[in-house]
Nanobody, 126 residues
Framework: QVQLVESGGGLVQAGGSLRLSCAASGRTFSSNAMGWGWFRQAPGKEREFVAAINWSGGSTYYGDSVKGRFTISRDDAKNTVYLQMNNLKPEDTAVYYC?????????????????WGQGTQVTVSS
């Protein structure tokens, strides 16, 4: 079984920054064969794609609302993926989830992911 644990959420003022981390563990987890994604869900809204990175880290993709502000990266030695969030806006307020998927391609749909973390709250005040 694979477990994903997010951390780094919190309260920040608009224009500020946060870095989310997601650490994976489990006997069957193999970083170099997994892709990662970040999604978010605000109250009353559907889960939204934020960013994805492929198995090698050579390809990334971002949702339109975060392009140029957020950066996804991975550290396979630590089985960890990061989401650096800069210039945060109140509309970025949501619960952020990391997800992992076996395979080498980029995955943009939530339904494509095999494993999910429990989520971490990010609140941006105006």
């Amino acid at each position: 079984q694979v477990q994903l644990v997010e951390s780094g959420g919190g309260l920040v003022q608009a224009g500020g920054s946060l870095r989310l981390s997601c650490a994976a563990s489990g006997r069957t987890f193999s970083s170099n064969a997994m892709g990662w994604g970040w999604f978010r869900q605000a109250p009353g809204k559907e889960r939204e794609f934020v960013a994805a990175i492929n198995w090698s880290g050579g390809s990334t993709y971002y949702g339109d609302s975060v392009k140029g502000r957020f950066t996804i990266s991975r550290d396979d030695a630590k089985n960890t993926v990061y989401l650096q969030m800069n210039n945060l806006k109140p509309e970025d307020t949501a619960v952020y989830y990391c997800a992992a998927v076996r395979g080498r391609g980029l995955r943009l749909g939530a339904h494509e992911y095999d494993y999910w973390g429990q989520g971490t709250q990010v609140t941006v005040s105006s």
